[in-house]
């Protein structure tokens, strides 16, 4: 099993930056890929970004217009989502979520392993 705690979500105003973090503790880690999604009320869950454990190659969604960057800190077991220029469409809860084989990263049936989610609320 493995277990995903987001946090860093809060109240920003529109413009500014957040850092998500997503650490990862049980059985770790033999994930295959970490993903960020979201989901606003009312709305599906979107693919945000993912990044591949191994290899740390990355992959977006085209919404987030190069604002947002994903990473990793493999001896910390975490991945981060640092997002800049937030807009208030980028309101949502935000879930990292793991997969233990290959697969398309924007796939939520991917993965495995989901966390609770961290809001992010973006004010105009």
Known sequence: ????????????????????????????????????????????????????????YTSYTDSIEGRFTISRDNAKNTVYLQMNSLKPEDTAVYC??????????AAASLYDYWGQGTQVTVSS
């Open 1 to 56: 099993q493995v277990q995903l705690v987001e946090s860093g979500g809060r109240l920003v105003q529109a413009g500014e930056s957040l850092r998500l973090s997503c650490a990862a503790s049980g059985r770790t880690f033999s994930a295959y890929t970490m993903g960020w999604f979201r989901q606003a009320p009312g709305k599906e869950r979107e693919f945000v970004a993912a990044i591949r454990w191994s290899t740390g």
């Open 96 to 105: 990292c979520a793991a997969s233990v084989v290959p697969g398309h990263p």
